[in-house]
């Protein structure tokens, strides 16, 4: 028997109701470290929560980006995320996964405290 591989995806969107920091860029500010803590705890119960959840292993946030929307300053979110894949099991679906991720964040519009940018939702495989 082959043993499961880990697989790893991205996603990525914007919160509009976080005002991009350079604090945010520092790894190791204080706003970096809450910051990244509740996103991936917001991330992770999300997914755990979908149909990739019985392999789901965890997200880690990987960078706080500034993004410019019209209204203002905005923080655009890159995490990588683990799940470990069966070799029997099918690729992962990402655009199944997407409208997942988007029915539970309210039409991308909400994650936990946060306020999403709806068109800025990407999952790649």
Do not use: W
């Not at 470290?33 to 990987?62: N, Q």
């Amino acid at each position: 028997t082959t043993a499961a591989a880990l697989e790893h995806f991205t996603i990525n969107f914007t919160i509009t109701n976080l005002p991009y920091h350079s604090d945010l860029a520092t790894p190791d500010s204080s706003k970096y470290k809450t910051t990244r803590r509740v996103m991936i705890t917001l991330l992770d119960r999300l997914l755990k929560d979908s149909s990739i959840g019985p392999a789901f292993l965890g997200c880690e946030t990987t960078a706080f980006r500034y993004g410019s929307l019209r209204q203002g300053d905005n923080t655009v979110v890159d995490a990588v995320c683990t799940y470990k894949k069966e070799p029997s099991a099918a690729p992962l679906d990402r655009v199944g996964l997407y409208h997942e991720v988007s029915n539970k964040t309210s039409g991308i519009t909400v994650l936990g405290p946060y306020d999403l940018d709806q068109g800025s939702l990407y999952v790649n495989g």
